[in-house]
């Protein structure tokens, strides 16, 4: 029998119509719907069971308290507490342990290089002379363990003040009450006069002043040369060109106390209303109605953003200092502290924690040992540590700045580090094993707050510290989540004095909406706000 | 009994922080995209528009306006349209789901929403070497080619009813089901609710005269309302109305 | 015109004149380095993805798709001149016929092929069949693109089957002349399925309420713009047939483009622009002053934006509609054949500025109160997979005419 080419193309043709009559060719067309489902390539989710833990926010200090649920040890996404609310980056903060920019390696002079490298580098140093230690987030544990191993060196501890404790400073300077103690009770307020502080969008906590004001129980007059979101949003704007808002403050200041509509006593400015008026450009009858707000609608308390001591003034002739609904004084002393502007003196050495904003630039001279989680790009310091990133080590939360009460709080660290991370407390009980460890700091502090028997414990319900039956329940309930709340300021506690009117002072530029980020790289996701949408300016500035 | 859940947001609470959008981003596996894509390629299942009032000078005003999905009720535009039934009203609770693995990326539902609310995936998702670890287990991450948009936050509706379920309940505990969005907006601009059920406060906002939703007259019957006493924001509920050189303009 | 010896005359039909291999060679490659050009285009959307493209979020549907509306209303010719053919027994067209099939097919191929690099997902097209809606308008142009490019292929079949090397088979003569009794069939199942998916096509746009400058009120289902689409496309593919002869005669050099078969043609095209432009008038005043104000969106204010003004639809309506059917039915117009051409030209140019306008201008037009109003312009690679298309076209027209008796044995 010959096969011929006929044979085969009939033998083809029959099989394929055969073919298509068996389910072969329908099934596998059906199975491209699975095949095409994803690709291979395209990164799946973990399928472990979530649990949502609780902890705080540590890459600012306000130490907003989070909700994160968490799957086989990695945190997959952050919500609010039940006590605050929280900022853009923060709902992106669970991905910045992997940005780009995480410092994985210890580096020298842009060389990768060892932490015993830097150990050596660090005692050679902690010999040779004083050490500066610089910090921006003050009062936690790691900041105790900093500020002891300074004074033990002969160095010096510096704090970098946040922007809501540098609006208080003049108080501070007036009282000599330590800037770290004084506060804003906003929440008993009910008119704010702002000066250029962005109260709703990038300034304290994002769940304080925004909410008080988005109940309408808070009247908000926004003083600024231009229309950022919180003059927008403000119940009045008072346009202003920049640089006279010392002037403003005058004007209302003298309106109050010549009216004799405040029950406050001050010396009288040196400008008058028409002086005031002509500075400004607002009508000299808006001034007049401006202040007579403030005294009607009282509680009423000025912010100067700058902290300009000519701004801040006012506060006498609006009666808000040390009054409920004004700048109060905590129970809680607390040292004063050198700030890092005022740092002197010639150091062989400076250690820069990881809060510390990445632009900061010691003096030129000294070695430089610089704490961060990630890299910024550009930094001048000798050596680059890689420090604990985003809830990446157990930390605790002293009271945000400008708050009016004291609080404490412990934050979990709920994601696992990697491996070659270390924190400055670490670092430095390496060079000094006198200095006592984080762990044993909080401690010490729950039997503190245990002793004293003040406060309350606010978690799903609030609980008295009285009716705690010893130091480790209270520590168990702070590390869960709960927050120690103080109770209220005492009145009367802040005593400030003036003698004279003070000078106005140069005015700083105004922030951008990163402001209050202080790492310096932004959250990956943060491109919806300014990239893949035109909600936001592209931050300046920032490594993103 | 079903549900009808929709929103109610209050224009004149809305900072245009952009924490909606962060939040619905990450809650929704979607990627940060490569420095190429813009404001027209981007992905934000939630987008807060920046709009002002047209004047000038001390008179100029902004306000900001948060668009998701409008889960559409009546001859709902994308779920007419598409040839494959990827899209469809689920009708236990109003939601407007949309099924990636079914899209073909024709992009016909995307001309045919007026409230621009869909996104197509014109990249392959990426993250850095590590950072998949931190996507949110329960909502699938798709791949280039298909058309997504805001969901309801699908997967915390299916916590709730598991959560219900393990407890014996046959309707979910309505605090348990709250989308990403409405947790995250700070001032609390954002209330999300079953807008069948008469006794939550959402249904009543949104059913009080003061609610307005966008482009009424179309008669998609959205269920994302709004509300303001500004009436030049109100204004903005109307179609385009190209005023020439008083245009309202996005900013 | 031979010289020296032909590599491939053995395929080319008994009698008929060609140029020589070397020429069509030369003729055809430009058209292949286009069609390969387009080809990697096409390949660099497929393995990168779409964002190769200029297309957005907000212009979800840009060159490829005015492509394919476009390429489709003009390759209506195919199944109208079978329609008159072979259903109204209209034999003087018949000479143009077996050229109105392959320009059919082509078109219809070509769109299918750009759709493929155009959806973002090409492996799940066949889901539409499984999981069809029949609300979308898209449902109903798949099944009836698919069923008609079917029916094309068993049309196109027989005319490659009438290859004298290909007839030395027996099984390829008999299905030859089999598949050529059916062709009536066919014709009426073309005319059937193509009067749906040309009227989907423009319905399309018609059921979009969220785009009220597209939104067509109409009969049941049914938008004004299906039918407007269906008379387009019946009036343009006839006009395209005249432009496509006209080439042919150009490039050949031999006189396939009589005065008389372009002069009906012409005729046919006219009568049916000229209805279209009528409907398409009565459709646009309606829409002017009824539909489009009833939600709230003030037409005129469509045409603020440039370079989409009002003069955009004076020139679709007036210029490239009632002008040309003008051309083409007045007598003393229609006796020059330059007068006839430009008439036909201008005929396939109102369909296109129809499609374009229906296709971008809606995308582009603001719908919030704080839209505005977009551009796009396409990147190089949806160009160039449209010249590919054009290319691909081109080459297969080539190789039928200088394999296939397309025009008769001679």
């Known amino acids: 029998m010959e096969l011929t080419r006929r044979d085969l ?35 799946q989710p973990s399928r472990a069971p979530i649990e949502v833990k609780r902890s705080f926010c540590t890459l600012c200090p306000n130490g907003c308290d989070l909700r994160v649920r968490v799957a086989s040890g990695t945190p997959v996404g952050v919500s609010p507490g039940p006590q605050s609310a929280l900022c853009p980056l923060a709902f992106g903060a669970h991905q910045l342990n992997w940005h780009p920019g995480r410092l994985r390696q210890v580096s020298h002079l842009g060389k990768a290089a060892s932490w015993n490298d830097a150990l050596a580098a660090f005692r050679k140093a902690a010999v040779e002379g004083p050490i500066a230690v610089v910090d921006a987030y ?99 704007w008072i346009q202003v060109p920049s640089g006279s808002e010392a002037a403003l403050a005058a004007g209302l200041a003298r309106v109050l106390l010549e009216e004799h509509i405040s029950p406050a006593r001050a010396p009288l400015p040196p400008t008058t209303v028409a002086e005031a008026a002509a500075q400004t450009g607002i009508a000299e009858e808006t001034i007049r109605e401006l202040a007579r707000t403030l005294a ?210 140069a005015p700083r530029a105004t922030a951008d909406w990163t402001a209050t980020w202080v790492p310096p790289v932004l959250p990956p996701l943060a491109v919806k706000l300014y990239r893949e949408s035109s909600l936001r300016e592209p931050p300046a500035g920032r490594s993103i | 009994m079903s549900a009808r859940y929709g929103m109610v947001i209050d224009l004149d609470r809305c900072t245009g922080c952009g924490a909606c959008m962060v939040a619905c981003a990450a809650e929704n596996n979607v990627p940060a995209l490569p420095p190429k894509a813009t404001d027209r390629t981007g992905i934000t299942p939630m987008l807060v528009h920046k709009v002002s009032n047209g004047q000038e000078g001390a008179e100029f005003r902004e306000a900001f306006i948060p668009v998701t999905c409008m889960q559409c009720e009546h001859e709902t535009p994308c779920v007419a349209v598409c040839p494959q039934q990827a899209v469809q009203v689920d009708p236990a609770t109003g939601i407007v789901m949309q099924m990636p693995q079914r899209c073909l990326g024709c992009r016909y539902c995307m001309t045919a929403c007026p409230y621009h609310a869909r996104y197509f995936n014109w990249w392959d998702p990426a993250w850095p070497p590590g950072m998949e670890k931190t996507l949110n287990p329960g909502v699938s991450v798709r791949m280039r080619g298909v058309v997504e948009k805001c969901n309801g936050c699908h997967a915390r509706l299916h916590a709730a009813q598991e959560k219900a379920a ?74 385009h109305p190209a005023r020439g050189d008083k245009e309202v303009k996005h900013g | 015109m031979a010289s020296g010896t032909w590599a491939d005359i053995r395929w080319i039909p008994r009698g008929a004149e060609r140029t020589s291999t070397g020429r069509f060679a030369l003729w055809l490659a430009p058209w292949a380095a286009l069609l390969a050009l387009g080809v990697y285009a096409g390949w660099l959307c497929l393995y990168y993805g779409l964002n190769q493209t200029n297309m957005d979020n907000r212009f979800a549907f840009g060159l490829w798709i005015f492509l394919d509306l476009s390429i489709i209303a003009l390759g209506a010719g195919a199944f109208f001149t079978g329609f008159l053919v072979y259903i109204l027994r209209r034999t003087e067209l018949k000479p143009i016929l077996n050229t109105a099939v392959i320009v059919g097919f082509i078109c219809y191929s070509g769109a299918v092929a750009v759709l493929m690099v155009d959806v973002g997902q090409p492996l799940r097209a ?41 007839q030395k088979v027996p099984s390829f003569l008999i299905l030859e002349h089999r598949m050529h009794n059916i062709v009536p069939v066919l014709a009426g199942v073309g005319t059937f399925l193509s009067f749906f998916h040309q009227g989907s096509l423009g319905g399309l746009y018609g059921v979009l309420r969220g785009r009220p400058f597209a939104f067509r009120e109409g009969f049941s289902i049914w938008p004004s713009t299906f039918f407007l689409f269906v008379l387009s496309a019946i009036a343009a593919g006839p006009s395209f047939l005249m432009l496509i002869a006209a080439a042919v005669e150009k490039v050949t050099g031999r006189p396939v483009a009589k005065h008389e078969l372009l002069r009906r043609l012409g005729f046919i095209s006219g009568v049916l622009l000229a209805a279209y432009v009528a409907a398409k008038s009565i459709d646009t005043l309606i829409w002017l002053n009824v539909t489009s104000p009833s939600v ?109 008796p397309l025009f008769g044995d001679k």
Request: charged content about 15%; some cysteine.
């Open chain 1, 138 to 236: 003050p009062r936690r544990a790691g900041s105790s363990v900093m500020e002891n191993f300074a004074r033990r060196q002969g160095g010096t501890y510096c704090i970098i003040l946040s922007a809501e404790e540098r609006s208080l400073a003049p108080y501070a300077a007036w009282s000599g009450a330590p800037v770290t103690s004084l506060g804003y009770d906003f929440e008993h307020a009910r008119t704010i006069l702002s000066f250029g502080a962005p109260l709703l969008d990038g300034w304290g906590a994002p769940g304080r002043v925004p909410r008080l004001w988005s109940t309408g129980a808070l009247k908000l007059i926004q003083v600024e040369p231009s229309l950022s979101r919180t003059a927008n949003a403000a119940w009045r």
């Open chain 1, 296 to 505: 009607a609608h009282g509680p009423a308390v000025a912010i100067a953003a700058d902290g300009d001591p000519a701004v801040a003034v006012l506060n006498f002739a609006v009666g808000s200092i040390g009054a409920r609904g004004g700048i109060v004084r905590r129970r809680e002393g607390g040292p004063s502290y050198l700030t890092a502007d005022n740092l002197n003196g010639h150091f062989r050495a400076v250690l820069i924690d990881a809060t510390v904003p990445w632009d900061f630039a010691p003096q030129a001279d000294a070695e430089v040992f610089r704490f961060a989680a990630w890299n910024g790009g550009g930094s001048r310091a000798h050596w680059l540590l890689p420090a604990p990133g985003f809830l990446e080590e157990l930390t605790d939360v002293p009271t945000a700045p400008g708050s009016a009460v004291d609080t404490y709080a412990i934050a979990a660290n709920l994601s696992t580090p990697p491996a070659d991370v270390r924190s400055p407390a670490g670092f430095l009980a390496q060079v000094d094993s006198a200095l006592p460890s984080v762990e044993d700091i909080i401690h010490a502090r729950c039997r503190e707050l245990f002793r004293t028997h003040t406060g309350a414990l606010q978690g799903e319900e609030t609980v008295p510290v009285s009716r705690f039956a010893a130091p480790e329940r209270l520590e168990e309930a702070l590390r869960t989540g709960s927050v120690w709340v103080a109770g209220p300021p005492r009145s009367g506690g802040l005593r400030c004095r003036f003698e004279q009117w003070p000078q106005p002072t």
């Open chain 3, 296 to 404: 709230g969106f003030a037409p005129w204010e469509y045409y603020q934006f440039a370079p989409f003004g009002k003069a955009l639809l004076f020139v679709e309506i007036v210029i490239f509609g009632l002008l040309p059917a003008l051309l083409l039915l007045y007598p003393r117009t229609a006796a020059k054949r330059g007068w006839l051409l430009t008439g036909a030209a201008m005929a396939c140019g109102g369909i296109l500025v129809n499609r374009l306008v229906l296709t971008v201008q809606t995308l582009a037009l603001p719908t919030l109160a704080f839209d505005e109003f977009l551009r796009y312009f396409p990147s190089w690679q949806e160009f160039a997979t449209f010249g590919g298309v054009i290319a691909y076209g081109v080459i297969l027209y080539s190789l039928s005419y200088r394999y296939l």
């Open chain 3, 126 to 166: 066949w889901f539409t069949f499984v999981h069809p809606n029949v609300h979308s308008m898209l449902t109903e142009i798949s099944f009836c693109i698919t069923c008609y490019l079917i029916v094309l292929t068993m049309e196109y079949i027989p005319l490659i089957l009438r290859n004298h090397e290909l």
């Open chain 1, 9 to 43: 193309l009939t033998w083809g043709g029959g099989a394929t119509a055969g073919l298509l009559l068996t389910p072969l060719p329908w099934k596998v067309l059906d199975d491209t719907s699975k095949w095409t489902q994803n690709w291979p390539w395209i990164p």
């Open chain 2, 166 to 239: 393990a407890a014996g309940n046959r309707e979910i505990d309505p605090r348990d089901y709250r989308p990403a969005c409405a947790e995250a907006c700070a001032t609390g601009a954002i209330q999300f609710g079953n807008l069948a059920d008469e006794s939550d406060p959402v249904s009543q906002a949104a059913h009080s005269t003061n609610a307005f939703r966008l482009l009424e007259r179309l008669g998609t019957e959205p269920k994302i309302f709004y509300t303001s006493d500004r009436p030049w924001v109100r204004q903005l509920a109307e179609p």
